[in-house]
């Protein structure tokens, strides 16, 4: 597993889904910063680190739930000003507003686009799905490229078409689903078969952002290529 997780679970879960790895140049890069990873993030040991990344793939609460708090953690204990990576215009607004709403300050941080690291070797592109109505437009998930391997990160998504152009042979592919609950999520059943389909051709599958672990590894039960990831 490339990917190293704080949570796995979902929306109404004790342990929302946020994941993170370190760079070859010793950065550390978080997916998403739901309140419920943050305990977990104040034990780890950033004088290690250099650069603190957080990649937002969109802005529901268990996905930025404790980005506010974090900025301000980084910022007055560990004097570090992270660096909060956007995959759109849109959601940077959204962002900057959320931030300040929590009494942030922007010396505190530094928001930007995701074209801000075009020139790193480990981050590929946002790639834009569906979720939420409600957040049209607004939810991606991300490539990244983590220890010469090409990660897809599906984020929240009731769809796999988007994803598809960037799983090339070998690829590591985190993707959301659901067990009893599909419509803005994928469901595990109804997808199972595509993602068998994914590891014939040498594509590693890592279940997250899960509503029932116990039912999930039923389900998946002797399926070789696909798990469900572990938390740290």
């Given at each position: 597993?490339?990917?190293?997780?704080?949570?796995?679970?979902?929306?109404?879960?004790?342990?929302?889904?946020?994941?993170?790895?370190?760079?070859?140049?010793?950065?550390?890069?978080?997916?998403?910063?739901?309140?419920?990873?943050?305990?977990?993030?104040?034990?780890?040991?950033?004088?290690?680190?250099?650069?603190?990344?957080?990649?937002?793939?969109?802005?529901?609460?268990?996905?930025?739930?404790?980005?506010?708090l974090f900025a301000q953690y980084a910022y007055f204990v560990l004097?570090?000003?992270?660096?909060?990576?956007?995959?759109?215009?849109?959601?940077?607004?959204?962002?900057?507003?959320?931030?300040?709403?929590?009494?942030?300050?922007?010396?505190?941080?530094?928001?930007?686009?995701?074209?801000?690291?075009?020139?790193?070797?480990?981050?590929?592109?946002?790639?834009?799905?569906?979720?939420?109505?409600?957040?049209?437009?607004?939810?991606?998930?991300?490539?990244?490229?983590?220890?010469?391997?090409?990660?897809?990160?599906?984020?929240?998504?009731?769809?796999?078409?988007?994803?598809?152009?960037?799983?090339?042979?070998?690829?590591?592919?985190y993707v959301d689903v659901s067990v009893h609950y599909g419509m803005?999520?994928?469901?595990?059943?109804?997808?199972?078969?595509?993602?068998?389909?994914?590891?014939?051709?040498?594509?590693?599958?890592?279940?997250?952002?899960?509503?029932?672990?116990?039912?999930?590894?039923?389900?998946?039960?002797?399926?070789?290529?696909?798990?469900?990831?572990?938390?740290?």
């Amino acid at each position: 597993m490339r990917l190293q997780f704080l949570g796995r679970g979902s929306g109404f879960s004790n342990d929302h889904t946020s994941a993170y790895f370190i760079t070859r140049d010793k950065d550390f890069v978080l997916i998403d910063c739901p309140a419920s990873a943050f305990e977990k993030l104040k034990k780890i040991d950033y004088s290690k680190y250099g650069k603190i990344f957080v990649l937002i793939t969109h802005t529901h609460g268990d996905h930025v739930g404790g980005l506010g708090l974090f900025a301000q953690y980084a910022y007055f204990v560990l004097k570090k000003a992270i660096t909060i990576v956007a995959p759109s215009d849109d959601v940077k607004a959204d962002l900057l507003t959320l931030l300040t709403i929590e009494g942030n300050d922007p010396s505190w941080y530094k928001l930007v686009h995701a074209d801000h690291l075009k020139y790193t070797y480990w981050f590929g592109h946002p790639i834009l799905t569906h979720h939420s109505p409600q957040l049209e437009g607004k939810c991606f998930g991300y490539h990244l490229l983590v220890d010469d391997v090409d990660v897809i990160y599906s984020g929240d998504t009731s769809v796999i078409k988007p994803y598809m152009p960037c799983l090339c042979n070998c690829a590591s592919f985190y993707v959301d689903v659901s067990v009893h609950y599909g419509m803005i999520h994928l469901k595990l059943e109804d997808v199972l078969d595509d993602l068998i389909a994914l590891t014939k051709v040498g594509i590693s599958v890592y279940l997250m952002h899960l509503d029932d672990v116990e039912a999930a590894e039923k389900i998946i039960s002797g399926i070789s290529g696909i798990k469900i990831v572990t938390v740290k």
